[in-house]
């Protein structure tokens, strides 16, 4: 399946974008853009107040505007959660206990995640990969397999709910694959 048949799939979900300073800039806004396509409203969360600053290239690039703070942010009003990668951004989500509280509470309710590139990173903090199979960029590998993960080099990966991705090359199959995820809505699967 490809995204432009997808269109209205998402009507009414609500998704949860969690995102920090130095996020990947490609690994938000292009599957926001798939996700919004698809019906979805989203919502940038974060532990920033306004904005949030991508990182794109060797520095900092656009930046996205904070719909509700993390620190007020509840799982219960979304469907699911998108974890965008970039080498700051989830170094900085790992040590907001608020954000780990966010991620770890859509792993309890069976909602779907998406995590791409060095988004897992999140995941292991809030103790949700043990025994998941999953991938992630290569640097993190390691991490996840200590965490007790199954990791994989495959383009996306879905175990139970669980989305993820290596690379912003990814995105597509990425996105077909969340969407799917998304649609189905809980998965029993999908555990703490």
């Known amino acids: 399946m490809n995204t432009s048949?997808?269109?209205?799939?998402?009507?009414?979900?609500?998704?949860?974008?969690?995102?920090?300073?130095?996020?990947?800039?490609?690994?938000?806004l292009k599957p926001r853009?798939?996700?919004?396509?698809?019906?979805?409203?989203?919502?940038?969360v974060s532990p920033n107040a306004d904005s949030v600053k991508s990182w794109t290239g060797d520095g900092?690039?656009?930046?996205v505007?904070?719909?509700?703070?993390?620190?007020?942010?509840?799982?219960?009003n979304f469907?699911?959660?998108?974890l965008p990668g970039g080498v700051i951004n989830p170094?900085?989500?790992?040590?907001?206990?608020?954000a780990v509280e966010f991620v770890h509470a859509f792993f309890e309710?069976?909602?779907?995640?998406?995590?791409?590139?060095?988004?897992?990173?999140?995941?292991?903090e809030a103790n949700v990969v043990r025994g998941r199979r999953l991938t992630s960029y290569h640097s993190v590998k390691t991490d996840l397999i200590n965490a007790g993960a199954n990791w994989v080099?495959?383009?996306?990966?879905?175990?139970?709910?669980?989305?993820?991705?290596?690379?912003?090359?990814?995105?597509?199959?990425?996105n077909d694959k969340m969407i799917e995820e998304i649609a189905e809505g809980i998965h029993a699967g999908q555990h703490a």
């Open 109 to 124: 309710a069976g909602k779907p995640v998406a995590a791409i590139c060095h988004g897992p990173q999140l995941l292991i």
């Open 5 to 28: 048949s997808s269109s209205q799939r998402l009507t009414g979900k609500k998704v949860a974008i969690l995102a920090a300073d130095g996020f990947e800039e490609s690994e938000l």
């Open 79 to 82: 469907d699911a959660l998108l």
């Open 60 to 63: 900092f690039g656009q930046s």
């Open 91 to 98: 170094d900085k989500l790992r040590i907001e206990p608020a």
């Open 33 to 44: 853009a798939a996700l919004d396509a698809a019906g979805a409203i989203t919502s940038i």
């Open 65 to 76: 505007h904070v719909d509700i703070p993390v620190s007020k942010a509840d799982a219960a």
């Open 153 to 174: 080099d495959e383009e996306v990966v879905c175990d139970q709910g669980l989305v993820t991705s290596r690379k912003p090359s990814d995105i597509p199959a990425f």
